[in-house]
């Protein structure tokens, strides 16, 4: 799957400097970190609350509980959330997002006050997955009995900018590469015509495929960038600094409030 896109910066810096400053990294502060989500589907509105750890930590990111948590629209209705497991919170009253309106996030933790806004990205949705065998991986497969492709079509509105994140499912597990891949694409990227993209994974027989497509704004696009760069950087000498990840999110918190409409297409592979 050569022409599998897969979004991952690397800045080529080489430099000297005549002073070696020595950056107490391990000393930093934690900071909130704010993942938050509403689409147009009820049932899958959440935020997510954590706190940073120092670099290298072996230990769990801690999660933060006993926050007061709200998302509210332009119309004024706000959505309370309670907390269903430490650090997760979802709605207390199920709702669903509506395209083209402005949500708006609040969390008050330890005194501390965190907006968000955000409005709800919408697309046509995709047309269509199929299967198709990959003779070269099936001769030599990373994972034995996986060598199907699951394939998407569909068409991209060119008469509009529009960014995405795609989410790719194998049997209802999320692939991320253990982490390291984020799938944000432009629509100069997509083209018009989208045919016969390939997933960027293998399937075998009777496994279950399921992709999720999130239309985001553009500064979602660029903090999904500026994530992956910072997943990806391994810090060698052909790795760029660790940039700050640009957010939405006002008071000091890392992360991003999103507000997209969910398409979402499955198909089982029965060769």
Sequence with gaps: MKNIIIIFLSVIALSSCDEVVELDIQQAEPRLIIEALVTNQPGRQYVQLTRTIPFGAKEKVPTVSGA????????????????STPGYYVPAEPFAGTPGITYTLHVEVDGQTYTAEEVMQDVPPLDSLAVRE???EKADPEEEGRFYEVLIYGKEPQETQNFYLFKFYRNDTLFTNDGSWIFAYDDTILGGNIQALPAPLYYAASDKAKLEMYPITRQAYRYYLDLSSNINNDGG?????????RTNIEGG????????????LETEVNP
Excluded: K
């Design 134 to 136: 990959d003779p070269a």
């Design 237 to 245: 000498m052909f790795s760029g600094q660790p940039a700050n990840v």
């Design 68 to 83: 007061s948590v709200s998302v509210s629209d332009a119309y004024g209705y706000v959505m309370d959330y309670t907390e």
């Design 253 to 264: 918190a890392l992360g991003y409030f999103q507000a997209s409409v969910l398409h979402t």
